[in-house]
């Protein structure tokens, strides 16, 4: 192997003694070039002021977000066929990127965040990231509700806004009878719920109403389900517990599966079950009146080089854009958080 390298190495350098006469004639190529460049920049200067104005889209109706000023929908940029892991060199794309850098992502990362996707077609690996944050729910929650066991697990993020919304629904004259009685489920855990049902009501209905194992939400600890102790059953979010459902947007929370969202969740109706998302992405959804599906679908309308959704939650401004693969560009400075979709992207949302 070492003579080869030695052999390829002496041809290079014989090759570098013989290069004296077509040196100029490079020299003379490279003066060429460059004088084509400078031509080609001017053009494409003349063009950016239009670029900019034709792609803005009005829902950007700040003068001051500074990363997306510059950042004209798809069009002028010459589509999405040029790999966004490399800022590309040409004017436009220059002031596409002014105050990004890339964070490189793995596909790992892409099963973590508040808006990752889980379910029986898009299931979950139990990314380590994920798993160490769990913490004991009765160490954290508030004392507006009860747990049924001491050993339910749950993210510290979903905890932290379950509190504040029960908290709130309990002081406005809210019931305190609710009960959590399931937050984080092992993918073993989540086998035998799904075998139980399937023994006990048939297969037919534990694939309507139980996920598969790696397949429920349960699995990644933004999910809860709530139980009336009063009432001896599953919350039902009616009468004096409407409050829950109708408010749970504006702690971050949606009601995840909707008897009029069937046909995209695949999962029957369940009044109980809340996923933690966070604000203002629960915001959103309700607005559209989406499901997650929906709305991680609706997402891809907004990729980092196109319009990016602008959303104002009381006096904070979002901005929110996909990615598709591992290379995100996130912004250089400021509050921002990068989630996975589990399906083939990333989400970033910003606080401007
Ligand atoms: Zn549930």
């Known amino acids: 192997m070492g003579t080869r390298e030695q052999r390829r190495n002496g041809r290079r350098r014989q090759r570098r003694r013989r290069s004296n006469f077509p040196l100029l004639l490079l020299l003379l190529l490279v003066v060429i070039a460059a004088g084509g460049l400078l031509l080609n920049s001017c053009v494409e200067d003349e063009n950016l002021p239009a670029g900019g104005d034709s792609g803005s889209v009005s829902e950007n109706d700040g003068g001051e977000q500074e990363g997306n000023a510059g950042a004209p929908a798809g069009g002028e940029n010459g589509g999405g066929e040029d790999d966004p892991s490399t800022p590309p060199e040409d004017a436009d794309n220059q002031a596409l990127w002014e105050g990004y850098t890339i964070q490189t992502m793995t596909e790992e990362d892409m099963q973590v965040g508040l808006q990752i ?207 598709e693969g591992l290379e995100v560009p996130v912004p250089e400075s400021g509050n921002y958080t990068v989630s996975g979709n589990n399906v083939d992207g990333f989400i970033v949302t910003v606080e401007k």
């Open 117 to 323: 996707l889980v379910s029986n077609e898009h299931m979950y690996d139990f990314p380590e990231a994920a798993e160490s944050q769990l913490v004991k729910l009765v160490d954290h929650k508030s004392s507006s509700y009860t747990s049924n066991v001491n050993d339910t697990l749950i993210l510290p993020v979903t905890v932290e806004h379950l509190n504040d919304m029960l908290d709130d629904y309990v002081a406005q004259g809210g019931a305190t009878d609710i009960m959590v009685v399931s937050g984080y489920r092992t993918y073993d855990f989540q086998q035998g719920l799904f075998d139980r049902n399937a023994a006990k009501n048939g297969l037919e209905n534990a694939k309507r109403f139980v996920a598969q194992a790696g397949g429920s939400e349960h699995h990644t600890g933004y999910a809860v389900d709530l139980y009336s102790i009063n009432n001896g059953d599953y919350f039902e979010g009616v009468g004096e517990y409407k409050w829950v459902t109708d408010h749970c947007h504006e702690y971050g929370f949606i009601l995840r599966y909707r008897s009029d969202k069937e046909e995209f969740t695949k999962i029957g109706p369940e009044s109980w079950h809340f996923r933690y998302v966070s604000v203002p992405h629960s915001y959103i959804i309700v607005d559209h009146d989406f499901c997650l599906e929906e709305y991680i679908d609706y997402l891809r309308q907004y990729p980092f080089d196109g319009e990016h959704l602008t959303y104002t939650v009381g006096t904070q401004e979002y901005e929110i854009y996909y990615v």
